[in-house]
């Protein structure tokens, strides 16, 4: 009987070492396009040079004077302003959403989930345009409904709606994740002790489904601290949030300036990840 376990444990093990060369191309292409970009910025940011060209670079550390400008704390504090607001109407409007689905009869709830990740599947600047011609006076929905719509481009509105949007999923579908995890007896244990059905929601629910919570507002907190895409096209340029002061400084090939606040970004989402390890360890919540 030993013997026999030895031999199958062998045989999974042969197994995994041919499918792990199956991984080789994907950990090839991770340190090509992930990894060595990173590295090329972390030296960019302490060298002073023109481009990418290390000819004439010498070690500087005056390409940090960049974080003490008043328009790189304008566009932080924009960028905390904006994510931090989009991560809790986000937050309000998922576990309402993931709460409903999760007390709902629906025979198929995963159809459901399927209809919110759908917009997720088409390109992401087709989708901020085609709000972007949603939010301005003349558009397709006045038209139809015969019902004048004020501008909103350029407002802080229109950036905190379009977040929403795009965002929302990922804060739905780690908090519907982690309430299908509540034991249901949970749920009679907590009306038997002749708790009401709204201070189960409160006492019970709420804390329980809070894994998913801290998933989610990662997912959405980081996204919307770092993108550039919304607050250029929604934002019409009159917002400067972070990611935009990033984009120009690459555009306009600074890129050793850009590569210090890219890096300050990257400290920040690896920090948030170690958050969520130490929340949920076994990943149950994640997409």
């Known amino acids: 009987m030993q013997k026999n376990s030895t031999n199958r444990v062998i045989q999974i093990n042969k197994?995994?070492?041919?499918?792990?060369?199956?991984?080789?191309?994907?950990?090839?292409?991770?340190?090509?396009?992930?990894?060595?970009?990173?590295?090329?910025?972390f030296v960019l940011m302490l060298v002073d040079t023109e481009g990418i060209s290390f000819g004439d670079a010498y070690f500087t550390f005056s390409n940090f004077a960049i974080l003490t400008e008043k328009s790189t704390i304008i566009a932080f504090l924009n960028s905390i302003k904006f994510a931090l607001i989009t991560t809790i109407i986000c937050i309000f409007f998922g576990?309402?959403?993931?709460?409903?689905?999760?007390?709902?009869?629906?025979?198929?709830?995963?159809?459901?989930?399927?209809?919110?990740?759908?917009?997720?599947?088409?390109?992401?600047?087709?989708?901020?345009?085609?709000?972007?011609?949603?939010?301005?006076?003349?558009?397709?929905?006045?038209?139809?409904?015969?019902?004048?719509?004020?501008?909103?481009?350029g407002t802080d509105f229109a950036i905190i709606l379009g977040m929403v949007f795009t965002y929302l999923p990922f804060m739905i579908?780690?908090?519907?994740?982690?309430?299908?995890?509540?034991?249901?007896?949970?749920?009679?244990?907590?009306?038997?002790?002749?708790?009401?059905?709204?201070?189960?929601?409160?006492?019970?629910?709420?804390?329980?489904?809070?894994?998913?919570?801290?998933?989610?507002?990662?997912?959405?907190?980081?996204?919307?601290?770092?993108?550039?895409?919304?607050?250029?096209?929604?934002?019409?340029?009159n917002i400067i949030l972070i990611g935009n002061i990033i984009e120009q400084n690459f555009v306009n090939m600074n890129y050793t300036l850009g590569s210090v606040?890219?890096?300050?970004?990257?400290?920040?989402?690896l920090g948030s990840i170690m958050i969520v390890n130490k929340v949920d360890k076994d990943g149950e919540t994640l997409l």
Do not use: Q
């Not at 197994?15 to 910025?41: C, E, G, N, Q």
């Not at 929601?201 to 998933?215: N, Y």
């Not at 606040?261 to 989402?269: D, G, Q, R």
């Open 95 to 153: 576990f309402l959403v993931a709460y409903y689905l999760y007390k709902s009869k629906f025979k198929n709830k995963y159809l459901i989930l399927l209809l919110f990740i759908l917009p997720m599947w088409t390109n992401f600047l087709l989708r901020i345009n085609a709000l972007a011609s949603i939010f301005k006076e003349n558009n397709i929905l006045s038209s139809i409904l015969h019902f004048g719509f004020p501008n909103i481009i």
């Open 173 to 237: 579908l780690p908090i519907y994740t982690s309430l299908e995890k509540i034991d249901p007896l949970l749920h009679e244990a907590a009306l038997d002790l002749g708790l009401t059905e709204f201070k189960k929601f409160w006492k019970v629910v709420v804390p329980l489904g809070m894994r998913g919570v801290v998933s989610g507002s990662i997912m959405v907190l980081l996204p919307c601290l770092s993108g550039f895409a919304i607050p250029s096209i929604l934002g019409d340029r």
């Open 261 to 269: 606040l890219a890096i300050v970004i990257l400290i920040i989402i």
């Open 15 to 41: 197994a995994s070492h041919k499918l792990h060369r199956f991984a080789i191309p994907y950990i090839v292409w991770l340190y090509i396009l992930a990894i060595a970009p990173v590295v090329v910025m």
